[in-house]
């Protein structure tokens, strides 16, 4: 058992038998009362966000989530199989559960998997990956502006929206959290 003294990022607290992850907390001291602490938590397996405050000194129970990094092998069916390239040993992760990351995954790309108990609760990927446009409808002779945007897919099959002046072929840094495009890679 734990205090609301040892919470920082990435936490995982187990409240109601549910996984949380400590996003942002800030302790408060007010001048009146007893200090608190303010939380946003993110519920791992949904993903869905919350505010929680905490009175200071209150026991918590903190979840004990085993994050390795793991290569990213193929894709087997709905399955995703990875390699802890530390011991050779395969893991094959639903779909389901691989949820977004999928969009972003290349072949041999390394990633993070967090476990808990046997379980594999999320993929994590790096904040932003290189993709190759593999399709997008030609630039036109003056579209040399930022004004706007046209669809493309990248080498994932997954679309983003690029500038008009990026032609096929080109690699682009991508935001793994928002699937926005962030720049061109030369």
Excluded: C
């Excluded at 966000?49 to 290569?71: H, M």
């Excluded at 639903?94 to 808990?116: C, Y």
């Excluded at 500038?163 to 991508?174: D, I, N, S, Y």
């Amino acid at each position: 058992m734990a205090t609301t003294n040892d919470i920082k990022n990435g936490t995982v607290l187990k409240i109601d038998g549910q996984l949380w992850t400590i996003t942002e907390f800030q302790h408060v001291k007010p001048g009146k009362g007893g200090a608190f602490v303010r939380t946003k938590m993110r519920n791992v397996l949904s993903g869905k966000t919350v505010d929680k405050t905490f009175n200071a000194g209150l026991k918590i129970e903190t979840a004990n989530v085993d994050r390795r990094d793991y290569q990213y092998l193929y894709q087997d069916g709905a399955d995703y199989v990875f390699m802890d390239t530390s011991d050779y040993d395969q893991l094959t992760v639903e779909g389901k559960v691989v949820g977004d990351a999928a969009n972003f995954m290349l072949e041999s790309q390394m990633v993070t998997i967090a476990m808990h108990e046997g379980s594999v609760l999320y993929v994590e990927l790096p904040p932003s990956v290189t993709l190759e446009i593999t399709y997008t409808e030609p630039g036109l002779q003056g579209d040399r502006s930022s004004a706007g945007n046209k669809p493309a897919t990248v080498e994932t099959g997954y679309e983003i929206h690029v500038p008009l002046f990026l032609e096929q072929g080109t690699k682009v840094k991508v935001d793994t959290r928002t699937g926005e495009y962030l720049g061109r890679v030369n």
